[in-house]
């Protein structure tokens, strides 16, 4: 069935990456057990194709976490949408056991996660930004379904833009790429979201010079890979802590992204959720890998030895600003130490500077002043990632991210994300169970929803 705006689904997510992915292949499990009625999903993604921070596949790049924390082992571990289902289909299965590393490569995680999607296809409309969310009343003066306009090449509207109608939604349009003030992306000014992608297109003759801002993960990868692959250019790392600090992934530490450590979690008090926090960081933010803090420290020894040195450390530094001069960018370096600040020309700035946690409340406009706060103004979340709102709205609003105020580290990254996705499709399951009062109930499963997924 065509969706002409009057077609109310059961659930929309909003944003395909690997969190709304685990959804789909949960709520396709859950409508595999005997029981139930099927749920009519449709996902909205604005990239053209699925796409896994494609700018940081860099070659030889690895993951951060275990192949094991997949779309679905956690929740499944017989589910057909696990890492070791797509290494039997691809015939890899004995060659990456040999390989013993728990750690795929991100080109081979991405390859997965297309393997997934290709199963999911036709639930998801490309190229299709969702722009707005609003609350749409019954006759009962209660919100029963949610409105969503959705900006899409091809539609019929003069604006581009359509509207699509749920019960539930799924939030999942993951983190936004973070400048520094003072300083604007341009032809030779990079965020390390888009790094690789450009670099291949760009013209690396007469590069003489690189410098990257940043102390985390990205830009260490990007120091690397610059030194490696542009031998004649001088590489600058613009930081503001004395070095790289490690990131902790031993074993006890790593429990904090246990599927039970959300519950340890959610239910403790705001006081030990900071601990938490405070202990807990290097686990992930700021932090990196030990192998690689090695790999660029012994490169800067082998310069040492050869009297050539080529890549350079600029710590307790800030980038104050960039601008265009003479052909080349002009960054004014900030010492923490003193205050003075320097000026380095350079051919290509990339800031690795990070990401900002995904706010749903700007597409959600009046819908957000429905949705209950805390006592310092963030979005109150239920266990089940549902947004508490006002006793009007029986639409569930959930997140996949910006939880780290209520369900911890694991939020926004792919740890918890099969347990995660789950507990969202039972609640959504559960919740188009009880069919809405004057609505009839019924969902509409149809050519772009999960035909054949059943809510028990
Ligand atoms: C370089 C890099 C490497 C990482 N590696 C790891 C790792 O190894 N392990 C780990 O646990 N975490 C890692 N992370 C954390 C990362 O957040 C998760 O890997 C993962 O991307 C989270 O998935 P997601 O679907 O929630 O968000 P995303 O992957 O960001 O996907 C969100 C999607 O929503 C789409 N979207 C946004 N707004 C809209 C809209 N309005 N309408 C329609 N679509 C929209 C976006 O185009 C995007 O495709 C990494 C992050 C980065 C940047």
Same mark, same amino acid.
């Given at each position: 069935?065509?969706?002409?705006g009057?077609?109310?689904h059961d659930v929309?997510?909003?944003? +395909?990456?690997?969190?709304?992915?685990a959804?789909?292949?949960?709520?396709?499990? #859950?409508?595999s057990?005997p029981?139930?009625?099927a749920?009519d999903?449709?996902?909205?993604?604005k990239?053209?194709?699925?796409?896994?921070?494609r700018g940081?596949?860099?070659?030889g790049? !690895?993951?951060q976490?275990s192949? #094991?924390?997949?779309?679905?082992?956690?929740?499944?571990?017989? @589910?057909p949408?696990?890492?070791v %289902?797509?290494?039997?289909?691809?015939?890899?299965?004995? %060659?990456f056991?040999?390989?013993?590393?728990?750690?795929?490569s991100?080109?081979e +995680?991405?390859?997965y996660?297309?393997?997934?999607?290709a =199963?999911?296809?036709?639930?998801?409309?490309?190229?299709?930004?969702?722009?707005?969310?609003?609350p749409e009343h $019954?006759?009962?003066?209660?919100?029963d379904?949610?409105?969503?306009?959705?900006?899409?090449?091809?539609t019929?509207?003069?604006?581009?833009?359509?509207t699509?109608?749920?019960?539930n939604i799924?939030?999942?349009?993951?983190l936004?790429?973070?400048?520094p003030d $003072?300083?604007? =992306?341009?032809?030779?000014?990079?965020?390390?979201?888009?790094?690789?992608?450009?670099?291949r297109?760009?013209?690396?003759?007469?590069?003489?010079?690189?410098?990257?801002?940043?102390?985390?993960?990205s830009? %260490?990868?990007?120091?690397?890979?610059?030194?490696?692959?542009?031998?004649?250019?001088?590489?600058?790392?613009?930081? @503001?802590?004395?070095?790289?600090s490690?990131?902790?992934?031993?074993?006890?530490?790593?429990?904090?992204?246990?599927?039970?450590?959300?519950?340890?979690?959610?239910?403790s @008090?705001?006081r030990? !959720?900071? %601990?938490?926090?405070?202990?807990? =960081?290097?686990?992930n933010y700021?932090?990196?890998?030990?192998?690689?803090?090695?790999?660029?420290?012994?490169?800067?020894?082998?310069?040492?030895?050869?009297?050539?040195?080529?890549?350079?450390?600029?710590?307790l530094s800030?980038? =104050?600003?960039a601008?265009?001069?003479?052909?080349?960018?002009r960054?004014?370096?900030?010492?923490?130490? @003193?205050?003075?600040?320097?000026?380095?020309?350079?051919?290509? #700035?990339?800031?690795?500077?990070?990401?900002?946690?995904?706010?749903?409340?700007?597409?959600?406009?009046?819908l957000?002043g429905?949705?209950?706060?805390?006592g310092?103004?963030?979005?109150?979340?239920?266990?089940?990632?549902?947004?508490v709102?006002?006793p009007?709205?029986?639409?569930g609003?959930?997140?996949?991210?910006?939880?780290?105020?209520?369900?911890?580290?694991?939020?926004?990254?792919?740890?918890?994300?099969?347990?995660?996705?789950?507990?969202?499709?039972?609640?959504?399951a559960?919740?188009?169970?009880?069919?809405?009062?004057?609505?009839? $109930? $019924?969902?509409?499963?149809?050519?772009?929803?999960l035909?054949?997924?059943?809510?028990?």
């Amino acid at each position: 069935m065509r969706d002409d705006g009057s077609r109310i689904h059961d659930v929309i997510g909003i944003g +395909f990456g690997p969190s709304n992915l685990a959804l789909a292949t949960a709520l396709d499990e #859950l409508g595999s057990e005997p029981g139930g009625r099927a749920i009519d999903a449709a996902f909205f993604e604005k990239q053209p194709a699925l796409g896994w921070h494609r700018g940081m596949l860099l070659p030889g790049s !690895k993951m951060q976490v275990s192949f #094991l924390k997949d779309l679905a082992t956690f929740r499944n571990p017989a @589910s057909p949408y696990s890492f070791v %289902a797509y290494l039997h289909s691809e015939g890899r299965l004995a %060659a990456f056991v040999n390989r013993k590393d728990f750690f795929p490569s991100r080109q081979e +995680f991405h390859d997965y996660l297309e393997w997934v999607e290709a =199963r999911f296809t036709k639930y998801v409309t490309y190229n299709a930004e969702v722009v707005s969310v609003s609350p749409e009343h $019954g006759e009962d003066g209660e919100v029963d379904r949610l409105r969503l306009e959705v900006r899409q090449d091809g539609t019929d509207a003069s604006d581009g833009t359509r509207t699509v109608h749920a019960r539930n939604i799924v939030v999942s349009t993951g983190l936004a790429a973070w400048m520094p003030d $003072g300083i604007e =992306r341009g032809d030779t000014v990079w965020h390390s979201s888009e790094f690789i992608t450009r670099f291949r297109e760009f013209d690396t003759t007469g590069v003489r010079s690189v410098a990257v801002v940043g102390a985390g993960q990205s830009a %260490a990868e990007i120091l690397r890979f610059v030194y490696d692959n542009l031998p004649d250019a001088e590489v600058y790392a613009i930081l @503001s802590p004395l070095g790289f600090s490690v990131a902790d992934n031993t074993p006890l530490a790593n429990q904090v992204f246990d599927p039970s450590a959300v519950d340890d979690f959610f239910y403790s @008090s705001e006081r030990s !959720k900071e %601990a938490v926090w405070r202990y807990h =960081r290097n686990t992930n933010y700021s932090v990196v890998d030990d192998e690689l803090i090695h790999d660029l420290h012994e490169r800067m020894y082998q310069d040492e030895l050869n009297r050539r040195t080529r890549l350079t450390f600029l710590n307790l530094s800030r980038a =104050r600003s960039a601008e265009a001069a003479g052909g080349r960018t002009r960054v004014a370096v900030e010492s923490l130490r @003193s205050g003075a600040v320097d000026h380095l020309d350079v051919d290509l #700035l990339v800031c690795a500077t990070g990401y900002e946690p995904m706010d749903p409340t700007r597409m959600l406009g009046d819908l957000a002043g429905l949705c209950r706060r805390d006592g310092e103004g963030r979005l109150r979340v239920d266990r089940d990632y549902r947004v508490v709102t006002s006793p009007e709205i029986r639409c569930g609003i959930y997140l996949q991210g910006g939880t780290e105020h209520t369900h911890g580290l694991s939020s926004s990254l792919l740890s918890n994300i099969a347990v995660r996705s789950g507990e969202i499709a039972n609640s959504i399951a559960q919740s188009c169970a009880r069919p809405p009062a004057g609505l009839g $109930g $019924g969902a509409m499963p149809g050519p772009n929803g999960l035909s054949g997924v059943k809510a028990v």
